[in-house]
Structures are given as C-alpha cells and as structure tokens.
C-alpha cells in the first residue's frame, strides 16, 4: 500500500486539468473548466473541474474526487497520476512483504 504522506505528494504535484485533458476536451467557464463527461453519454457538458482545488464533479452521473480518483476509475492503478508527480513511489509487495520501488507504474526492482 502506497503511504498517505506520498499519496499527499502526489496530489500536490499533479494537476488535475492535465491529467483530465488526456480524456476530455476542457473549455474554461469562469474559474471552473467544463467538458462532456467520460463516464457517462451525453450532449451537453456536466464534467467540471476546479484546477483551484485539484478536484471534478460530474452532476450528470455524480462521480467526483481528485487525479488519483479519476485514473482508478479509468485504470485499477495510477501510472499516468504517478508519472505527472515525478517521485518514486514505494508499495509493499502482495504476499511477499517485500518493498518494491516503481515510477509512473512500471516495476524497476
């Protein structure tokens, strides 16, 4: 499991405008940025992001959170969040307890 301190790291480092702009064309309306939802179909744009506090929030389906929500809703892991950061994250290891060191996702020893 990756430590909440590193996780914080993370967050801190990644902005979520970037990360969302992979997926969905953003347009800027006011301070939020709005675009059609990834999740779900739709015509008209309900997907918000707030670059100011590093969240979405979708009022058509409700998904919401941060970079590391929306990439597990993408992806069951974060490599394109972890890339964006930079740091070397650390995991334990299933089964083996063992800590293992991986950038952007890819296992390096």
């Known amino acids: 499991m990756i430590p909440p301190k590193q996780v914080q790291e993370i967050l801190d480092a990644t902005r979520i405008e970037e990360v969302v702009e992979d997926f969905v064309t953003l347009k ?3 301070v939020n940025m709005i675009g059609l939802c990834p999740f779900h179909g739709e015509r008209t744009p309900s997907f918000n992001v707030n670059p100011a506090r590093n969240i979405f929030k979708c ?13 597990g809703a993408r992806k069951p ?3 394109r969040s972890a890339a964006l950061a930079g740091p070397e994250i650390q995991h ?7 800590l293992a060191r ?8």
């Open 59 to 71: 009022f058509g389906c409700g998904k919401a959170g941060d970079a590391i929500t929306f990439e």
């Open 28 to 30: 800027r309306r006011g």
């Open 102 to 109: 991986t950038n952007g996702g890819s296992p390096t020893g």
């Open 77 to 79: 892991y974060l490599p």
């Open 92 to 98: 334990r290891n299933s089964g083996s307890g063992a």
